[in-house]
């Protein structure tokens, strides 16, 4: 093994932390800023922004679209448009910690899909995982007699993020990973750019306190996390990836409480806890 490869190996690790570092950062963020702009709005300035600046760094992107490669990046991307418009709809509605605990339920979702969509096989480890989570997500989302809205919402979103992932591993193999994520962007500004006219037209973000946090989701959050997570799994196994990536969910935690200005209570905290060892516990067993 070469000395740069080691050292590639090495820092890998690191630059995916901090890729869930910064998506649990936006979970802060962007709490502030759709109280400020609609949620279409927001969403539509950051997936365009993020869809300009990906063809930037690679215009010869171009080169590697044809109707097989578009037809089904598009379809995966209203998958991820529908997930992300569900998602900051719930964050609109309820905490930020919450919101990165039932987001990160994608990770049990996806295997009950597969189940579904393709025929796999179920073990009685990921039940298990389904059971626990199910109770973690119980804690984290009834009040009293009522279950609250926000967190209905975010639950639908890991479901769609959960069928995005499974689009992508069936039809990602012999495809321009690139080519394919730039598609899917560009078809979530469609799908919010839709959803801004119907909402009356389109509005920019309203002040340079939302325009930074659109900068901020469009360029760190989504084009480099992306070019950041495709450089590291060169260098490491999936498993390790995805199980780097759940730390979003601790950090929007630690995030929303150190700078957002929750806390949480008792039960919040034990159902956030039980979501996050059924999705580590899920991510491990497939090492």
Known sequence: MSTQHATRIKLAPWALLLVAASWGW??????????RQSVNNFLFSRFALAVIVMVLIRPQVFRFFDKDLVTRSAFAGTFLGAGYILQTLGLERTGAAITGFITGLY????????????????????????????????????????????????????????????????WSRGRDAYAMTVIQLAMCTVITGLGSVAEGGYSPPPDWGVWATVIFTAVVCTAVA??????????????????????EVVFAA???ILFGGESLTLQTAIGGILVVIAMYVIVLKEA
């Open 26 to 35: 936006a979970f802060v963020i962007m709490k502030d800023s759709i109280a």
């Open 107 to 170: 990770v049990v979702f996806t295997p009950l899909i597969a189940a579904l969509v393709l025929k796999t096989r179920i073990s009685l480890l990921t039940w298990s995982c389904v059971a626990l989570a199910t109770v973690g997500l119980g804690l984290l989302s009834i009040r009293g007699w009522s279950v609250g809205v926000g967190e209905l919402l975010i639950l639908a979103c890991a479901f769609c993020f959960g069928a995005h992932i499974i689009s992508l591993g069936k």
């Open 226 to 247: 992306f070019m950041v997570q495709t450089w590291s799994q060169a260098h490491m196994s999936t498993t390790k990836v995805a199980v780097i990536l759940t730390m």
């Open 254 to 256: 630690v995030f929303a």
